[in-house]
């Protein structure tokens, strides 16, 4: 790498301040636990995505997968779930006090499943997900360089999932799905901004995407007419984030805005997890649940590798290549749940779910905003005739604060990241 005198001089301070450069692409900022929705469906997410036990209609292929196998009907469900993050806000030393300017979402989930004609103790299912779509946006924030900057980072993650389950007996169910997920990125590290002392250069990469695969297995057994016992596994999805461009701003050291023709993120994943669960009938009416689920964000949110080259400006650095700990440490989640039918085609069901903390404290930063802990749930779902079945949930995820040193960002050292959201999840199912 050929770098001006200054530039070199000052490596390992821009070092410091540009491995936010390789995090920035894992912000995502819904009502779920870390990078991860809290359930998939209307009826997941009204019970916490409490779903070992109970899960039965097609979305299940992304939950326990062998829940499929429960109906002896073709189905077809979708969710529609708009998202509003009304407490997502950075604070520091400098004076900033701003909200993220990016508070809305919409995901779209949606899934078929069918006995085979001949085999009907074998169900086949296919699923979109939307795994994420929303980033975080802070403009004009004030920098450590005595200017106003912008910060953003907007990612999503799409997964097209076959299935199959069967039926083995009366009592056991298992399932299996793989899955083909699409990637997409693109971020701001203040771009307009430029220090030649310390040497860093704003940056902006646009048009990351890739494909990866990944799977997911489950069982449900009854171990009575009354009781369920679910457990599921999820392997890790590789984030395929490359075949992008980046443009730094090299102009402090009078190279003017260098653009690079491939830049390329590597290490970055959603978390492998392993759940088990229960749902248990108390009554004819009423039915509890309760799940609790390890998350492997340890390897997913661990070390990153950023990597740019194809350089279009002579003189200028040929190659950049960033390394840095993300911060994820291994995290459990647990929830309980209550389904309670008030006639035989309505029936309304409730959550809460705890999640532990995702990044280690002292690895925040505005663009890594996952401290979200307490999940509050409720919903309703009624069967409108013999063939559709609707569902509406609520989601509540209470203000949270947390205070940190800040050592990723050319931004006040003291400072605070806010989280609070709420969403609205409806559903349909169709059985033929």
Known sequence: MHAPLKYRSNLERKRRYALVFATTLASQSWAGIGVTPLGFGADSV?????????????LSINNNTAGIAKSKQAQFSAALEPFVMMNIRHADSLG?????GNDRALLISSAWSSPLENHSDITVGLGFFAQGGVGYEYTKLNTAFGNKDDLTAMFGVFRLAPAIAWNVNSKLRIGFSGSINYSQAEQELFPNTSDANSGFPGLEIKNLSGISYAWRAGLQYDISEQVTFGMAY???????????????NFE??????????SAKIDGLSLPSEFGIGFAWRVTPRLTLGSDLNWYRWSKALGEVTTQLSGVQTSGAPESIKLTNDFGGQDQFSSSIAAQFKLNDQTQISGGINHAGNVIKHGNESPLNNLIAKWHLTAGVSHQVDQHWNASLAYIYVPKIKREYTNTQLPLGREAEETFGAYSIALGITYNW
Do not use: I
């Open 234 to 248: 999820g392997s890790d999805t590789e984030l395929v984030l490359k075949n992008g461009s980046a443009t730094a």
């Open 46 to 58: 009204s019970m916490a995505g409490t779903d070992m036990g109970f899960s039965s209609d097609p």
């Open 252 to 261: 402090a050291m009078g190279l003017g805005r260098v653009k690079y023709n």
């Open 96 to 100: 900033n006090d701003q909200r993220s």
